[in-house]
């Protein structure tokens, strides 16, 4: 009788299983069934596979509603997203997928710069196109991504120096002794790279700026005021720091705080990003600019696409537009910023 | 007939035939739900082996761990290490690719020795031993180098991506490019491996001791058998499976870099749960696990397929799964033991 008993609650379980299964098949069909109905009569419809790193921050989110906004139904697209998770063995999974859905185009926000010989190989096999957004890869073969979209971290390196110029200048410092110290980013990255470069290259033009120190600050909040307490006890003469995210300006702005001075007018504060939290620093009057780095890739890369539809040719490498905010404008333009 | 067909039921294939029941009705189902999105075609099957060998070589060797009653969670740690070495290997230190490749697997070989010997002579419980296996393999990796490497040696890559076309299932796709459906070494490696270790588990002596240390370790010992022996064999079997698994990961991203697979090994354990093998030991099969990997690199597809559907929603139907299995698991063998007391009581 027992055994009895326990044999039924195993054909429940088993029941209940498939009827799991039935239930999650019955979903995805009415859904699908659903799209169809809407899309049939307009079955031109540029499909686009888009493999996102994942969601591990702001500007990542701002990224990937960019894409989602932009690759509308609506607008002529159909848009298959999927989320790597931080892995790349799942973007080289999804690209593959797309590669078997006949997909029109594929854009990949890598996670890392290696390993995509061989799966875009396929992907030039099959013909179809790859567009790259954010990180570069790695490959040897150039053929095997048609553009790259993303920042030009050097240029955000020049306008975050040719704003701290102009904003001497309007002070009238323009001659005296310029203390600068630098928070870096993690090094090697390719933030961390172009800013650098780009802002030494620019202080060369100025003989009175001094780097007093350069470390990294590895782009975190904590690190930054670590790296910028130790700053200030060693040097007691600083300027001006250049964080080269907005996350570490903060850190900075916590130490220099604690240190008895004021940040933003005691000392300069010169940061990239440009994120939400950043405009509301500067209307407290802690900072005093942040260049942008532009996560809206998808109008650009709609851009593009469209030309390629057209069987134009598109430049390899694509730079988004990105601005440059001083706090002055911050209290207006707070309320568009949209990450 | 009835007894018999309740005999087969509380036997251990049941488990197994029941996952590849489920594979199979997912995977028709996929075919029927996308069939305007070529879901059908022989390259997605062939896939979920190229994306997924590593996975399976990883699965095979969990398996044999689990049935003989312990566990290894080093097993992602140690792919990355494996990955990291083979880059560095080859790129920084110039040297070729097939000795890369035989001296990683001695390096797992050696990484399973120690960590069995701890386990087996020292009586450590597996889960800590690998635990720190685990630390100590991630520790290494970051150590060999912080930045990511990409390899380029023209061998390695050679291997990587010289593709095996099969002649027949071609499909021609909408920008009229005939692409015959494809195999990349690394299949065959995992085949190989699942193959080997199928005979070795069912027909060998080593095998059959695995199962029985599994079992009932105080029944083995009892019976004559080198319980420290058996265990100690068994995790440098799965030592060299995971730098296997490593360099069959490799091949697939060509580079070496810190935050590589991790939560492999728990991918591997879900495999083999849902596959069909006791985590308490003594039950299991490489060829449940095998469809373990398959069923989550279908519910993968299943999603990238939809489109718009959170990729997290594969760790959902696995978590159910899982659950699904455990239970089912946990009520046969209080079948299997009901009837054993009955006979007793006889």
């Known amino acids: ?339 | 007939m009835i007894k018999k067909l309740k005999n087969r039921l509380s036997s251990n294939s049941f488990l197994i035939i029941i996952t590849i029941l489920l594979f199979l009705l997912m995977y028709i189902g996929g075919v029927i739900i996308f069939k305007d999105k070529n879901f059908g075609r022989m390259q997605v099957f062939l896939n979920l082996f190229i994306s997924n060998a590593g996975l399976i070589v990883a699965a095979a060797g969990m398996t044999v761990v689990l049935i003989s009653g312990g566990i290894d969670i080093s097993v992602g740690s140690v792919v990355a290490m494996t990955c990291m070495l083979l880059a560095w290997m080859m790129e920084n230190k110039g040297i070729n690719a097939v000795t890369a490749v035989i001296v990683v697997l001695i390096v797992g070989i050696v990484f399973g020795f120690v960590q069995g010997w701890l386990i087996s002579y020292l009586k450590i419980q597996p889960f800590i031993v690998t635990l720190a296996g685990m630390f100590f393999a991630r520790g290494m990796t970051a150590v060999i180098s912080v930045d990511m490497i990409t390899i380029k040696n023209e061998v390695f890559l050679a291997m990587a991506k010289s593709k095996i076309n099969l002649p027949f299932g071609g499909s021609v796709n909408k920008r009229g490019v005939l692409i015959r459906p494809y195999i990349y070494p690394s299949v065959i490696i995992c085949i190989l491996v699942l193959i080997v270790l199928f005979f070795v588990m069912k027909y060998t002596k080593f095998g059959r001791s695995i199962y029985a240390v599994g079992g009932n370790e105080q029944s083995a010992l009892l019976m004559g058998l080198n319980v420290k022996k058996t265990k100690i064999k068994v995790y440098v079997l799965n030592g060299f499976l995971s730098a296997l698994a490593g360099f069959v990961f490799c091949l697939n991203t060509t580079g070496g870099f810190v935050e590589q697979a991790k939560g492999f090994e728990m991918e591997a354990i879900a495999a083999a749960v849902i596959g069909g093998t006791l985590l308490t030991g003594g039950v299991g099969n490489v060829i449940g696990s095998l469809f373990g990997v398959l069923i989550k690199g279908t519910i993968e597809t299943f999603i990238t397929f939809q489109g718009t559907l959170s990729s997290w929603w594969t760790k959902i139907v696995i978590a159910v799964l899982l659950c699904l299995f455990i239970i089912l698991q946990s009520v046969l063998m209080n079948l299997k033991w009901n009837k054993r007391k009955k006979i007793n009581q006889v």
């Not at chain 1, 790193?53 to 848009?79: C, H, I, M, P």
């Open chain 1, 1 to 339: 009788m027992k055994r009895m008993k326990q044999l039924l609650v195993l054909l429940l379980i088993l029941a209940l299983g498939l009827t799991f299964i039935g239930c999650g098949k019955k979903d995805t069909n009415t859904q699908t069934s659903g799209k169809d109905a809407s899309s049939k009569d307009e079955g031109d419809l540029i499909v686009v596979g888009f493999s996102q790193v994942g969601a591990e921050s702001d500007w990542r989110t701002a990224n990937t509603k960019s894409f989602q906004s932009t690759f509308t139904e609506e607008a002529g697209y159909k848009l298959l997203f999927d989320d790597a998770q931080q892995k790349q063995e799942n973007q080289i999974k999804a690209i593959r997928n797309f590669i078997q859905q006949d997909v029109d185009y594929i854009v990949i926000a890598p996670v890392v710069e290696t390993g995509w010989e061989t799966v875009l190989g396929e992907a030039k096999e099959a013909g179809i196109p790859v567009i790259i957004v954010d990180r570069m890869i790695n490959v040897s073969d150039d053929s095997l991504f048609t553009c790259w979209v993303g920042s030009n971290f050097k240029q955000e390196g020049y306008d975050a120096a040719d704003w701290l110029a102009e904003y001497l200048e309007k002070q009238g410092r323009s001659e005296e002794t310029i203390n600068i110290v630098t928070l870096q980013g993690t090094i090697g990255s390719s933030a961390q790279i172009g800013r650098t470069e780009g802002f030494a290259e620019k202080m060369k033009e100025h003989p009175n700026w001094v780097m007093l120190d350069r470390q990294t600050g590895e782009f975190t909040q904590s690190k930054g005021q670590e790296v910028m307490e130790s700053f200030l006890k060693s040097y007691d003469d600083i300027d001006v720091v250049i964080a080269e995210n907005d996350n570490m300006a903060f850190g900075a702005i916590d130490a220099i705080k604690a240190a008895g001075k004021v940040p933003g007018k005691d000392i300069i504060i010169v940061s990239f990003d440009a994120v939400k939290a950043a405009f509301e620093a500067m209307i407290a009057g802690d900072m005093n600019v942040s260049v942008e780095c532009n996560p809206l890739h998808g109008p650009r890369v709609a851009e593009i696409i469209q030309k390629l539809e057209k069987g134009e040719q598109v430049e390899k490498l694509q730079y988004v537009e990105e601005g440059v905010y001083p706090a002055e404008t911050a209290a207006e333009l707070i309320n568009t910023r949209e990450y």
